[in-house]
């Protein structure tokens, strides 16, 4: 239930999540990768059991606040997930049948099985709310007209970037916009593609694109890229995936033209680019001077970016748009220039993510909440948090203190063979549950802190002695630049405050470089006097209501 | 009737410590020997350095018996503190030998034994001014006299003085002239006795010596390194000996250093100590003691067998229990050596019985004990170790390999061959080890008396403690095989009576077994010669119907051992136990083997 | 006493030392004493003081006793072959093993009760030979694992945790190493790394019998007030009489003192020490006034550390005995078997 409430969408984020989280987990200053999060999430998601009787009932009694919201993608959900519950009528349009926007659009069904987005959209949309599905909003204005005291845009960015450049025309009936062709797949409308495929682009869509199209008959599918493989904006296990499914990714190839004969596309045609850095180290693509070169195909997906769309919107009810087209919203309230709509999601500020989707859905929600109850959107609750001593024992804490030393597992896959043949098979597996068990032993526990009680300590070194990543450190004081180089271990993360104590009996003080420590707890069971105490400290994100009163 | 014999009779010295006669009495008998006729003889000291009585026993046997017969022929009294049980102890018809300078009553001699007295003190008094050549010399002058009474040949004794004092003319002429002096006065004054030395060709190639230095001799050819001693008679010549040994045979040609190290310790426990460290470090390593030191050194043999760490201790056995009698003989450490250490635990024993074994079983304890990763015991005692011995001459194979057991070096550490301290590999109960410093990365470990996993992992489980028992006892099983095996001496005909016996007794066993069987008592002979218990023994416990253990202490410790280890029942051996002190005789085992015979049942053979 | 086994991941920045063995590979199993003991920080300062040295852990051989000092060898250099022997025994299997092969560095690791008690005379005699080891004392004043008896070093008057007064003398090591012989003596504190690892550095480099007495608080019986082994009562009395630092045999020489308060010493293995006084007049190559030092420091309370004796030059049981440079444990046959010749000449002699 916490994954749901905070996640909201636990399963698919488990399968799909671009995992902005892993990057800052711990694990990885240690160690080369970090905790598997994300796939952890899909874990906990799938190995549940019936949760229906925990999540709430759709609440009986309005609060008489109607709120609309447009688009069914993620961010409208998590507006709605924590609104429904507090009692506002919640009014959901959509274009498509099914509610899910992008989730169930773009993303492939390898990936992500289209029961889990049902189950998961299921749980919100079952919280009580009027679903207009299949009926796309054409007009801001008149939707203001039926008197809703709040709306919140979540449209998404709809469309595919195109490549206008020469035979795009010619050949256009081989030539697709990767997230519209996603789409159609997705839906049933696209089942085959040619033998010879190119992918134009180098980010997550592309790479679904690629691993669609070996699924749907592709045989030769290529991604070419302008950019270098390191720098292409697809996830690094994307990219490995699409390796793995023998998809070659050729790099610094800039697309010059579509080649065709006879109203039918031939190939594509491409300059060779170098990288170049210029004294800051700012990188451009110059030509190479080497010959073009001319790949072959029978299709070309393009998949060179999304753009954000907004014609619906009326330019003259008072909410304004910046020179790029966009909706000026606030990036903490995420309010409009028109105070009752708020906008979130890719719709506020161009295509991100799920996972961000839904973190501008809560924060949108506490703004709808507020606003409805005349409340100043600029003050923010903050989260909830409380520390709790987590000892048991002379060597026992109520936490999982010993970290394993594996590295971090693989997710296994489906038979390469078997998964190319079903577009519709998931190719992950996702962790069983002793593997996911194993996986989540590396966790380095951030939420358990080392309190330190200068009063009780004897300077006997324990601590010092036993910690595995040499954080403690008992030194004359000193200003931090000067104490940070002075440490057993240099503590170069200065994103990284230090924890320093008061003056010991010797003189000294005791500094604690957090950066690396595994929150193992062996200084707390080595400390003879209970200097050291392992603490357990808990976040409650705030979310609309509760809290926020 | 005085005694007559040719090459068959016992002289006996009786001198007073630290006068100097041990060396002239040693000439005695070799002198003896030279002239190709075997002897046996035998030091008999006290815990003392100078003053109190010293004998010297010499048994003069062409027939090659070479334990103590029991009862003296000829006594050269020189002691008058001794002379009234000296004189006692001379068999009827025997002679008398002594000092006449001064006049003794008659009531001091007996009648029935012929005496010869010599005017030695008088005699000495008379050629040599400084007291301690007056010393000296006598014992000279007595072996010229002796020598002439005796008919050995006087050039042989010569020939003896020209070695002992080769380069050194000037002692040689006057230890030749004090020989001369006291054959001479034999000559002019006296008649030669009916006792008679006889050139025979009866010693063949065979070597005198103790052995203690036989031992070490073996130790240095067994390839040890280490030796780390605390004085203790009966085995302190043993170190010394090593320490000889080593510094004539064990230098580095090229650099002159020391490819050994001898370090004699504060205790008996450092000295064990030593060795344990050395046996765990890699290098053949042992020490020599007595009974009192094994007791010191019980704990690190417990260590030595739980931890296994190869170790040999030459326990040469003197009277216990406590000092006891620290000068005499016993094989009294047999129980407090298989079982030393507190819990369960039992150690390989080798049991030599002449010089000629303690240089093999010397050598071959190394072997074992680098195979068997334990500390293993070669029982000597004072009559073996401190008497020089007619043995038969030491032999070595050059193509011999010391064994060093199962060692893993670096080679196959890091080719990747498991590795466990204690892991049970080729079924023998024998695990492989590392020395120190042998990998950089593997075959590290801790070594503990501690109850450990097979891995060497502190562990008080009791299945992984009991796994590791039984594995000490395979390998201790493994050890049965590996020990000397027992040697037969079958009876001329058939019999159901057996003697079971080992180490210094065998030569009196030998020469009882001979005189028993002229009396119509055959008897089926076993020597054993090492712990565990080769199958043979019990094999041949089961084959007869009574078995005589013959052994030199109170409490039949040989005879307790093989009822425990082999679950016999205890009427079926029969204890003869010569425990005074004294080397067991030849008569002693007749007689009492013969009355013990007598008491039961007659046997046929008996009844004729 | 911690169960679970220290997690293997480390800082990112430890750094290899010459051998490529970070700080962390010289650690051992994790201790099973009791939390705060001083005896953890000293293995700490073997670890620092054998990863500083480069010096490779499977040629360091550990040995120790029985006590709570004494299981310590467990807890470092986990690569290293060690030996837990017997009670007040450990000088002695560590003689063997030094005779057995020269070429590794013997540590000993005792205690208070091991070596001032049970092990007086094996300690006592291991330092006469000259035997090349490290000799550690760790010293507590009491004997832990039987829950708090006075030790043979606790000193006269002292209390123990249950109040009881000790009237018996208190031995003190150091000077019984200063009479026996020891060519390098020193003493330290569990609590003060900054002195120790450098002491450990020199001892270890030293060729001859090296003995550090190293007070070591039992946080659970023996730092109470009235302990005179206690964390606060050290640190109240402590009086070190120099510091120093080693420099290695291959390193530039760096350290900078003022001209007239640092000695360089030259080591046997090439190593320089650099010796920083503390103590006026305190001259660590004088063994007569080190002993009168000492008593007469001692009478007044205090608590004298920092390297106390040296005699660089020092000759070790090896080169006493004559033996061999190879070790003993690698002699072929060939050089240990006489042969049938040599035998057949013994056989001679004996006829």
New interface residues.
Partial sequence: MVNWKSNVFPGILGRTCDRPCEPACRRGRVEDEPVAICRLKRVAADNKEDITGRLPAPVAVSNGKRVALIGAGPASLTVARDLAPLGYELTLFDGEAKAGGMIRSQIPRFRLPEEVIDEEVGYVTGLGMDMRLGERVDSLKALLAEGYDAVFVGSGAPRGRDLDLPGRQEAAANIHIGIDWLSNVSFGHVDKIGRRVIVLGGGNTAMDCCRTSRRLGGQDVKVIVRSGFEEMKASPWEKEDALHEDIPILNYLVPKAFTHESGRLTGVLFEKVRPEFDAKGRRSLVPSGEPDEHYECDDVLVAVGQENAFPWIERDIGLAFDDWGMPKVDPLTFQSTLAKVFFGGDAAFGPKNIIWAVAHGHDAAISIDKFCKAEDLAIRPPPGTSMTSQKMGIHEWSYDNDPANDARYRVPLLDKGEALKDVRLEVELGFDRATAYRETQRCLNCDVQTVFAESACIECDACVDICPTDCITFTENGDEADLRGRLKAPALNQDQALYVSGDLPTGRVMVKDEDVCLHCGLCAERCPTGAWDMQKFLLEMTHAGGSCR | MPLEALNDFVVKFANVNGSGSASANSMFAKAILRMGVPVAARNIFPSNIQGLPTWFEVRVTEAGHLGRRGGVDLMVAMNPQTWDRDVAEIEPGGYLFYDSTKPLPASKFRDDITVVGVPLTAMCNAAYQLPRERQLFKNIIYVGALAALLDIEIGVIEQLLAEQFAGKDRLIAANVAALHMGRDYVAEHLSPLRLKVRRADKVGDRIFVEGNAAAALGAVYGGATVCAWYPITPSTSLAEAFTGYCEDLRIDPETGKARYAIVQAEDEIASIGVVVGAGWNGARAFTATSGPGVSLMTEFIGLSYFAEIPAVIFDVQRGGPSTGMPTRTQQADLLAAAYAGHGDTKHPLLLPADPGECFEMGAQAFDLADRLQTTVFVMLDLDIGMNEWLTKPFEWDDDRKLDRGKVLGYDELEAGVEFGRYLEVDGDGIPYRTYPGAHPTKGGYFTRGTSRNPYARYSEEGAVYVGNMERLLRKFDTARRLVPSPVLRSATRSTREGVIYFGSSTPAVHEALGSLEHAGLHLDALRVRGFPFADEIFEFIAAHDRVFVIEQNRDAQLRTLLINEGEIDPSRLTAVLHYDGTPITARFITETVTRLMSERTPMPEAAE | ??????????????KPNALGYTR?DYEGA??TL?????H??I??AIIQACYELDL????V?K?SGIGCSSKT??YFL?????????HG?M???????????R??IYLGVSGDGDSASIGL??FA?SIR?GVNMLYIVENNGVYGLTKGQFSATSDKGSKSKKGVVNHDAGIDLVSLALQMGATFVARSF??D?NQLVPLIKAALSHKGAAFIDCIS?C?QFN?HAGSTKS??YV?EHNEAVNRMDLVPARSAITIDYAPGETVPVAQHDGSVLHLHKLAEHYDPSDRVGALAYLQARQALGEIVTGLLFLDPGARD??EN?????VP??T?S?R??????A??AK??AS??
């Fill in positions: 006493m911690t169960y679970i086994t220290k997690p293997q991941l480390h800082h990112p920045q430890l962390r994790v201790s009791c939390a705060g003991c001083g953890d920080s293995s700490s490779p852990p499977h040629r051989a040995l060898p467990d986990g690569n290293s072959h060690g030996f837990n022997t017997v025994r000088p002695s299997v560590l003689t063997g093993a030094n005779l057995a092969n070429d590794l005379g094996q005699h030979r569990s609590g790394k608080p946080v730092n964390y606060d640190r049981l090896h005995l004559g033996t061999v440079d003993l444990n002699l046959e050089e240990l078997g006489p042969g049938a040599a035998l013994i056989n004996l006829r």
